[in-house]
């Protein structure tokens, strides 16, 4: 399509030359005593149009002498002063006027001393020659609007892709002025009251301690739970912060935590196994996450809908893929698949932004499985 616009004016300076060149030759077939180089005269004037576009200024220097050389001759009249003023119009267009104006005067004062305007030589000279020079100025004012009107569209363009960019900046900085404001909110509904419990459980561990006395697990898991809950907490605002960070985003938990989420479903009463297969190897950081945080959800689940229930945690670094699957033996029954909660959504957002596959629901043998297939780009 550019290969075609990039022919389209080359395809019209070239026809508007052949039909100058065709009239040309017509008014030279008609004039009296024009031979052969004057028919060669108005042709090479009326061709070297082909390049009033792209090279005005020497358009506009060989038609006009060779449209003098034809006037010298025989004397055509007005018709040998249009390739002319077709390339006066081109040159004052392009922005070259004192050059222009140059040209046109010489070719206006000699056409008057080779009696250009008028094939008889009578009085009508100083009347062809007003029009010539009425023809001409049109010309140049003609090419100084449509040289404005130009410069006018281009300033328009320019404005508007500016008010483009300014506006998609303004949304950039009302999303960072957001993100901001949400952190400022998550900092203060949620920070003190977590620091309240991670102290408030130290201090009661602190005193069953010192009295000798049996730290109860649950007591410890919260503790725990609550000083995790604080970094994520603080990785998530810094995210928040400044979203085009890289190690904001390291600091949020992957896999190589996992060990120790397992660890704390442990503490609080749920049996759960984590079984890895394949060669472990660095993820991708959005695929590390959602593994993650899959995971975590999944044995949220588990404690809260399955009482009593184990749980295995399954992941598999396959060549293509990573595969986390997290399965209970708990009492789902096939035929009544509970509700889709939050967690679920969340569970589902986070995979299908990965472009991957999600399955959660009750088994057939009993129990709940969540499977997530997480894919990891080419193989290295």
């Given at each position: ?19 100058m ?33 792209r ?56 056409g008057l ?8 030589g ?15 100025a ?82 410890l ?32 938990s ?15 009463g749920?049996?759960?196994t ?33 009482g009593?229930?184990?749980?295995a ?13 997290v ?49 990891l780009?080419d193989?290295?």
């Amino acid at each position: 399509m550019s290969s075609m616009n990039g022919w389209r004016p080359l395809v019209q300076d070239g026809l508007l030359a052949v039909a100058m060149a065709l009239f040309l030759s017509v008014v030279v077939a008609i004039t009296p005593h024009a031979g052969a180089l004057d028919l060669a005269a108005a042709l090479a004037g009326s061709l070297a149009l082909v390049a009033w576009r792209r090279a005005p200024l020497a358009a506009l220097v060989v038609s006009a002498v060779c449209m003098l050389a034809l006037a010298a001759h025989v004397r055509p009249g007005p018709a040998a002063a249009f390739p002319v003023i077709v390339a006066v119009f081109a040159a004052f267009r392009a922005g070259h006027r004192v050059a222009t104006a140059l040209v046109g005067t010489a070719f206006l004062g000699l056409g008057l001393m080779v009696r250009l305007p008028s094939a008889d030589g009578s009085l009508r000279d100083l009347q062809s020659l007003s029009l010539l020079v009425g023809w001409f100025a049109a010309a140049g004012v003609t090419a100084t609007v449509t040289r404005h009107r130009q410069a006018y569209l281009e300033e328009a363009e320019r404005r508007a892709a500016e008010a483009e960019r300014t506006r998609e900046e303004a949304a950039r900085r009302r999303a960072g002025e957001e993100r901001l404001r949400i952190a400022r909110e998550l900092h203060d509904s949620l920070t003190h009251s977590i620091s309240i419990i991670k102290v408030q459980a130290g201090v009661a561990v602190h005193l069953a301690r010192r009295r000798g006395e049996d730290v109860p697990p649950a007591l410890l898991a919260i503790q725990e739970a609550s000083g995790d809950a604080m970094r994520e907490l603080r990785a998530t605002l810094e995210v928040l912060r400044d979203a085009d960070r890289s190690d904001g985003e390291s600091l949020a938990s992957g896999l190589d935590r996992l060990d120790d989420l397992v660890e704390r479903a442990r503490s609080i009463g749920l049996p759960a196994t984590v079984t890895i297969s394949g060669t472990r190897r660095d993820l991708p950081a959005e695929v590390d996450r959602a593994a993650y945080r899959i995971v975590q959800e999944a044995l949220t689940n588990v404690s809260r809908h399955a009482g009593g229930a184990a749980a295995a945690v399954r992941v598999d670094y396959a060549s293509g893929e990573l595969v986390v699957q997290v399965d209970d033996d708990g009492e789902a029954d096939p035929d009544a698949p509970p509700v889709p909660g939050t967690g679920l959504l969340g569970m589902r957002e986070r995979v299908a932004a990965l472009g991957g596959r999600l399955r959660a629901g009750p088994r057939p043998e009993g129990g709940f499985t969540v499977r997530a297939e997480l894919p990891l780009g080419d193989p290295s």
